[in-house]
């Protein structure tokens, strides 16, 4: 079973940046899918952006592309979400998730979840 630790999270002006970084123990996820989640106060999880084993696979929510860079660093076993461009509605706990199969926005594909991370994005 694969541990992730999630940092980066925060509170950031509209129109901010932030970081958000995934890393992984007990085992490689460089060769698994890892996935971008989240969910604001009284709705439903929801697709962010995902990127395949090879690192050459991503795939963005429309509210995502164009703003959001998922990425990743093999050396470090982690995985990074850049955010630009920030909004009051990009309010939410931010999860990362690692899978074994390819990379996917339904949530129910992926094995490992990281604990949670709050962003918060003030107007």
């Known amino acids: 079973q694969v541990q992730l630790v999630q940092s980066g999270g925060g509170l950031v002006q509209t129109g901010g940046s932030l970081r958000l970084s995934c890393e992984a123990s007990?085992?490689?996820?460089?060769?698994?899918?890892v996935g971008w989640f989240r969910q604001a106060p009284g709705k439903e999880r929801e697709f962010v952006a995902t990127?395949?084993?090879?690192?050459?696979?991503?795939y963005y929510a429309d509210m995502a592309k164009g703003r959001f860079t998922i990425s990743r660093d093999y050396a470090k076993n982690t995985v990074y979400l850049q955010m630009n461009s920030l909004k009051p509605e990009d309010t939410a706990v931010y999860y990362c998730?690692?899978?074994?199969?390819?990379?996917?926005?339904?949530?129910?594909?992926?094995?490992?979840w990281g604990q949670g991370t709050q962003v918060t994005v003030s107007s």
């Open positions: 007990g085992r490689s996820i460089s060769r698994y899918p």
């Open positions: 998730a690692a899978g074994t199969g390819v990379a996917d926005s339904n949530g129910d594909l992926y094995d490992s």
């Open positions: 990127i395949g084993g090879s690192g050459s696979h991503t």
